[in-house]
């Protein structure tokens, strides 16, 4: 992504233009060469103003610092800076503005002055509000030194990728607490009856509850993963579109990563399944960051759930 240098002339360059195409003229109408002086003098400063700020533009890098972890919504400090390559020219009056997935980032950071050989770096708040992958592309960095007469911005590549994770989703406790009980509540000793399964194992008072035969495990200390099912086939939302349909699923998304997140810190083994894919269940809080990549990754297509065991604890993710 290579774009041209823009120049531009500053409302007080516009004025100082016009008075010296003025001055300039009348001396040549009335041959004062006093004025042609003053006229060529002014002109003179405004080609000044644009080699000063060529020079500058020449002379810089670009730095861009972004935090290791970036949450849906949650407000991070992305950092912008600036090296001054020169070895004897201090820079003055730079303005940088970064790019984001071909966006323009309208938080301009500002540096009054960088010495020469040195590097200051500054911060954006910034709140990224879609999920998946984000690319930081490069940034714009303007200049009006030495007059404030013209504006010359340059572009500079500066890319960079990152995964910018879901949300978890801290509205949905009804539903969270719901699932979290059904899986305290069963009992991992136990399993539904299967043609073959011997009628003496069968757990009469468990398949009275759950109200399906229930026979006992050869191991009683075997852990049964729980897995998380997510429908990410979209289809349009009765009241709005697939617009509203879309929104539902970025929903589902934050739900199903905070009742991941809760049922790991319970000492539950957490899979996610969806259509075509899934994650094999992990443990632990320390993997927590391999479903939020996961669910950072997933998108919207059709195609067939991964075919499971009858045995397998399925949790439906729907609001």
């Given at each position: 992504?290579?774009?041209?240098?823009?120049?531009?002339?500053?409302?007080?360059?516009?004025?100082?233009?016009?008075?010296?195409?003025?001055?300039?003229?009348?001396?040549?109408?009335?041959?004062?060469?006093?004025?042609?002086?003053?006229?060529?003098?002014?002109?003179?400063?405004?080609?000044?103003?644009?080699?000063?700020?060529?020079?500058?533009?020449?002379?810089?890098?670009?730095?861009?610092?972004?935090?290791?972890?970036?949450?849906?919504?949650?407000?991070?400090?992305?950092?912008?800076?600036?090296?001054?390559?020169?070895?004897?020219?201090?820079?003055?009056?730079?303005?940088?503005?970064?790019?984001?997935?071909?966006?323009?980032?309208?938080?301009?950071?500002?540096?009054?002055?960088?010495?020469?050989?040195?590097?200051?770096?500054?911060?954006?708040?910034?709140?990224?509000?879609?999920?998946?992958?984000?690319?930081?592309?490069?940034?714009?960095?303007?200049?009006?030194?030495?007059?404030?007469?013209?504006?010359?911005?340059?572009?500079y590549e500066l890319m960079e990728e990152h995964l910018v994770w879901p949300e978890k989703d801290r509205s949905g406790?009804?539903?969270?607490?719901?699932?979290?009980?059904?899986?305290?509540?069963?009992?991992?000793?136990?399993?539904?009856?299967?043609?073959?399964?011997?009628?003496?194992?069968?757990?009469?008072?468990?398949?009275?509850?759950?109200?399906?035969?229930?026979?006992?495990?050869?191991?009683?200390?075997?852990?049964q993963p729980v897995w998380l099912r997510i429908d990410n086939r979209i289809i349009p939302h009765p009241q709005g579109?697939?617009?509203?349909?879309?929104?539902?699923?970025?929903?589902?998304?934050?739900?199903?990563?905070?009742?991941?997140?809760?049922?790991?810190?319970?000492?539950?083994?957490?899979?996610?399944?969806?259509?075509?894919?899934?994650?094999?269940?992990?443990?632990?809080?320390?993997?927590?960051?391999?479903?939020?990549?996961?669910?950072?990754?997933?998108?919207?297509?059709?195609?067939?759930?991964?075919?499971?065991?009858?045995?397998?604890f399925i949790i439906n993710m729907e609001l």
């Amino acid at each position: 992504m290579k774009k041209d240098p823009r120049f531009s002339i500053t409302p007080v360059g516009v004025i100082v233009l016009i008075c010296a195409v003025i001055l300039f003229s009348a001396g040549f109408f009335y041959l004062n060469h006093g004025l042609i002086i003053l006229g060529s003098s002014i002109i003179l400063m405004i080609l000044m103003s644009i080699i000063f700020a060529v020079i500058t533009l020449n002379s810089i890098t670009p730095v861009r610092k972004v935090p290791r972890t970036l949450v849906c919504y949650d407000p991070c400090l992305v950092g912008l800076g600036i090296t001054n390559n020169s070895s004897f020219l201090s820079m003055y009056s730079l303005k940088i503005k970064d790019v984001h997935n071909q966006i323009s980032i309208d938080k301009p950071c500002y540096f009054f002055k960088v010495a020469s050989l040195d590097t200051q770096i500054t911060y954006y708040r910034h709140a990224f509000v879609q999920r998946g992958r984000i690319r930081f592309e490069g940034v714009w960095i303007s200049t009006v030194f030495p007059f404030n007469l013209v504006k010359i911005s340059r572009y500079y590549e500066l890319m960079e990728e990152h995964l910018v994770w879901p949300e978890k989703d801290r509205s949905g406790l009804k539903i969270n607490s719901r699932a979290i009980s059904a899986v305290q509540d069963l009992d991992f000793s136990l399993k539904p009856f299967r043609p073959g399964d011997h009628m003496k194992f069968i757990h009469w008072s468990a398949s009275f509850r759950s109200n399906r035969l229930m026979t006992r495990r050869s191991s009683r200390n075997q852990l049964q993963p729980v897995w998380l099912r997510i429908d990410n086939r979209i289809i349009p939302h009765p009241q709005g579109g697939y617009i509203r349909a879309f929104d539902n699923f970025e929903k589902v998304i934050s739900i199903t990563t905070g009742l991941a997140h809760e049922l790991l810190s319970l000492g539950y083994e957490v899979g996610i399944i969806t259509r075509s894919s899934y994650l094999t269940p992990v443990a632990g809080e320390k993997n927590y960051y391999r479903i939020q990549v996961f669910l950072s990754k997933i998108e919207s297509g059709d195609g067939f759930f991964p075919k499971m065991s009858p045995d397998d604890f399925i949790i439906n993710m729907e609001l």
